[in-house]
């Protein structure tokens, strides 16, 4: 079992909907990030949440770490919101210095 | 500083070939790491670099691997004799540390016929 499970895997959604990605992890972590990655590869950083909320224009994350669970939300989905959302973390390891964990992605297509 | 840049974009290799990849973090990151991302899966964990010490390897990493980070600046992973197997994306990313968000490059796809 990962440690970092995403679902759904895949998302198809109508232009103006309202997406929920959901992060589910098994481990201590000092930190939850949320990413972005477009065809082609390349990945851009969305969010780095330790508790909370936090909300950057149309996109809202929350984290519960008693649950160690994590939602990444986007308001009124516009087609260039297409990607693969990803979730990913920092196990804690005492002062360590561990790469992120990752999730396996959610691909999202919002169509006009 | 435009952030995170990796070199080659693609590269296309002969099985038992070597290939080297170049990094250039963003220059105030202290950390610097390499991942591998194969089709439809998350990257994955290699190794990674505070300043130019290597302080962590995944068991990922075989030893036809090699990574550096001579004065702490640039970084280059080398993959010797390379199998089919090792087709992916390589990715690169730097931060200030776990406190702080990563910045990732736009990745090197290697490609093993």
């Known amino acids: 079992k990962n440690e970092v499970e995403q679902s759904p895997q895949n998302l198809t959604a109508q232009e103006g909907e309202f997406i929920t990605i959901n992060c589910s992890y098994s481990?201590?972590?000092?930190?939850l990030h949320w990413l972005q990655q477009h065809p082609g590869g390349g990945i851009v950083s969305l969010f780095m949440?330790?508790?909370g909320k936090k909300k950057h224009g149309r996109l809202i994350a929350t984290i519960n770490i008693q649950e160690k669970h994590s939602s990444l939300h986007i308001t009124a989905s516009h087609p260039r919101d297409s990607a693969v959302y990803i979730c990913?973390?920092?196990?804690?390891?005492?002062?360590?210095?561990?790469?992120?964990?990752f999730g396996k992605g959610t691909h999202l297509i919002i169509q006009p | 500083d435009t952030g995170v840049s990796q070199n080659p974009r693609h590269k296309i290799t002969k099985r038992g070939q070597n290939v080297t990849f170049r990094c250039d973090p963003i220059?105030?990151?202290?950390?610097l790491y390499w991942y591998r991302q194969t089709l439809g899966q998350g990257p994955e964990f290699l190794t990674y670099?505070?300043?130019?010490?290597?302080?962590?390897k995944s068991r990922l990493l075989s030893d036809r691997f090699s990574a550096e980070r001579p004065k702490g600046s640039f970084s280059t992973l080398e993959i010797q004799r390379t199998e089919q197997g090792d087709s992916a994306m390589y990715l690169c990313?730097?931060?200030?540390?776990?406190?702080?968000?990563?910045?990732f490059g736009s990745g090197t796809r290697l490609t093993v016929v």
């Open positions: 990313a730097s931060s200030w540390g776990t406190d702080y968000g990563y910045t």
């Open positions: 481990v201590g972590i000092s930190a």
């Open positions: 949440l330790s508790s």
């Open positions: 990913a973390v920092n196990p804690y390891s005492g002062g360590g210095a561990d790469g992120l964990t």
């Open positions: 220059s105030e990151h202290n950390r």
């Open positions: 670099f505070q300043n130019e010490a290597q302080l962590e």
